[in-house]
């Protein structure tokens, strides 16, 4: 058997892995798991990753979680070009430092920007308090600051001249709060400049084929009592 994804394209660091792969031609077997559906938490799916998130890889006898981890196992083994992960001692630094602070940072507020902003009211029926929501989008602003004036500055993409892994990971990212209808580009045209960049670079067809299930999330039906049950402990990481 060669190379497995385990993915669900709802999930950010699916996506990045996902357009990666796709993008330098790398030859893989897409095996969706529904995290809706607690796929994840399948018998079958925990042989693949005990932590059951996605994504998860299986090369082989080889299983692999978390996302980082994946995007550079398949950069090393399938000898991207340098550009996406470089060989530069530097260059290299700072597609890490980027890939260690987005974790904690732009990753907890986008996906609570999502949550708050769509989720929870539309699939869960849950009343978000304009409070809550408040603060979050305010952190998730002060976010985006430091992602233009720490990461991005005046470059054309986070970590240099070419696009690389951080910015994949970035712009998946930021797409969670815009299926949710946050202008987050609009009043930042630095910002909406380097996505565009992104787009072009990845390819718009690929780009809109890996967001295609995000920016679809608002039309889905009102989850049922098992669903909203099987969620509650994640959403509550939400609030």
Not at 36 to 47: A, P
Not at 159 to 171: K, M, N, T, W, Y
Request: with cysteine; glycine share 4%.
């Amino acid at each position: 058997m060669g190379l497995e994804l385990y993915l669900d394209l709802l999930s950010q660091p699916c996506r990045a892995v996902y357009i990666f792969a796709k993008k330098n031609r790398i030859p893989f077997e897409l095996r969706t798991v529904d995290l809706l559906k607690g796929q994840n938490h399948s018998d079958d799916f925990v042989q693949v990753n005990p932590l059951r998130k996605v994504p998860a890889l299986k090369d082989g006898d080889f299983t692999l979680a978390e996302s980082v981890a994946i995007l550079l196992y398949l950069a090393r083994k399938y000898e991207a070009p340098d550009h996406w992960y470089p060989q530069d001692l530097q260059a290299r630094a700072r597609v890490d430092e980027y890939l260690s602070w987005q974790h904690t940072a732009l990753r907890m507020s986008c996906t609570r920007a999502m949550w708050q902003k769509m989720m929870f009211p539309v699939f869960l029926g849950q009343r978000v308090p304009p409070e809550t929501l408040a603060n979050t989008l305010a952190e998730l602003d002060r976010c985006l600051q430091l992602l233009e004036d720490k990461f991005l500055k005046d470059q054309d993409f986070l970590a240099g001249p070419r696009i690389s892994v951080a910015d994949l990971v970035a712009i998946t990212e930021l797409m969670h709060p815009v299926s949710a209808g946050c202008g987050i580009f609009k009043s930042r045209p630095k910002l909406a400049a380097w996505r565009q960049r992104v787009e072009a670079a990845v390819g718009e067809d690929l780009f809109r084929e890996a967001h295609a299930v995000i920016m679809k999330a608002k039309d889905l039906p009102p989850a049922d009592t098992a669903v909203k049950e099987r969620l509650k402990p994640l959403a509550q990481l939400f609030l």
